[in-house]
């Protein structure tokens, strides 16, 4: 085992606890935060370990994680609009910022480790679009759906 998984698997063995406690416990608006945050953790989770095994297909993984883990937490606000409570749920600003840090601090990492060229370009990307999705998601949870009716008023 190489410091690439070591820290996989610590970024598992930890932060897979801990969204598995918030998905079981909470209110809605809380397991919805959570649920995002396990997309984050996995998918950071995979470019270390694309980095680790030395398998480009990992990236590509992270990558539709990447795009498709904010989108279902948009939809699940979305379906779930009369569940929520108003305002944000309790500790997302936290979640949300540890999740950008995380994100900042892994994609550098790897970037730094990879060849230049367009892997470094993807795991730049992939690290944008995790850290972008993570504070849209959270602001989707603290605004809520605003409805045409409430728009117009």
Do not use: H
Not at 1 to 10: D, I, P, S, T, V
Not at 74 to 102: I, K, N
């Amino acid at each position: 085992m190489n410091g690439w998984l070591g820290c996989a698997a610590a970024f598992l063995g930890i932060g897979g606890p801990l969204v598995l406690w918030g998905v079981v416990s909470g209110s809605t608006d809380r397991r919805i935060l959570a649920q995002n945050a396990g997309g984050t953790v996995v998918a950071l989770a995979l470019l270390l370990m694309a980095q680790g095994y030395a398998r480009p297909s990992y990236v590509d993984l992270a990558l539709v994680l990447a795009l498709l883990g904010p989108a279902g937490t948009l939809v699940c606000v979305r379906l779930l609009a009369d569940d929520l409570g108003p305002g944000a749920p309790r500790g997302s600003t936290v979640v949300t910022y540890a999740c950008v840090a995380a994100s900042a601090a892994v994609t550098v990492a790897v970037c730094v480790a990879a060849t230049p060229g367009r892997s470094t370009v993807k795991t730049a990307v992939i690290g944008v679009l995790v850290a972008a999705g993570n504070v849209i998601a959270s602001r989707s949870l603290s605004v809520g759906v605003v409805d045409e009716a409430d728009a117009d008023e």
